[in-house]
């Protein structure tokens, strides 16, 4: 009997639901204090998770709830990136 792979789950911070992480994108803030948008999902810093969806996105953007989550300002540019992703 193969045993299942077992699947990283990880909480969206807009939604605050579960997915699987491949259908999120991970934002990090690096040590030294840049906000970056993580493609690898392994960049060193604090790391938020948001569902790959323009409404949750836009939603992020709107609130500021990634800037609570990662405690630092986060550029336009940065929503921008994430918007293109999708």
Same mark, same amino acid.
């Given at each position: 009997?193969?045993? #299942? @792979?077992?699947?990283?789950?990880?909480?969206?911070?807009?939604?605050?639901?579960?997915?699987?992480?491949?259908? *999120?994108?991970?934002?990090?803030?690096?040590?030294?204090?840049?906000?970056? +948008?993580?493609?690898?999902? $392994?960049?060193?810093?604090?790391?938020?998770?948001? @569902? $790959?969806?323009?409404?949750?996105? *836009?939603?992020? #953007?709107? %609130? @500021?709830?990634?800037?609570? #989550? *990662?405690? +630092?300002?986060?550029?336009?540019? +940065?929503?921008? %990136? *994430?918007? #293109?992703?999708?």
């Amino acid at each position: 009997m193969m045993k #299942q @792979k077992k699947i990283p789950m990880r909480m969206c911070a807009v939604t605050r639901e579960k997915y699987p992480k491949r259908d *999120l994108i991970r934002i990090v803030r690096t040590p030294e204090g840049n906000v970056i +948008v993580d493609v690898t999902g $392994k960049a060193n810093g604090r790391g938020v998770y948001v @569902k $790959k969806d323009l409404d949750v996105i *836009l939603k992020a #953007q709107k %609130t @500021k709830i990634l800037e609570k #989550q *990662l405690e +630092v300002s986060i550029d336009d540019s +940065v929503y921008e %990136t *994430l918007k #293109q992703m999708i």
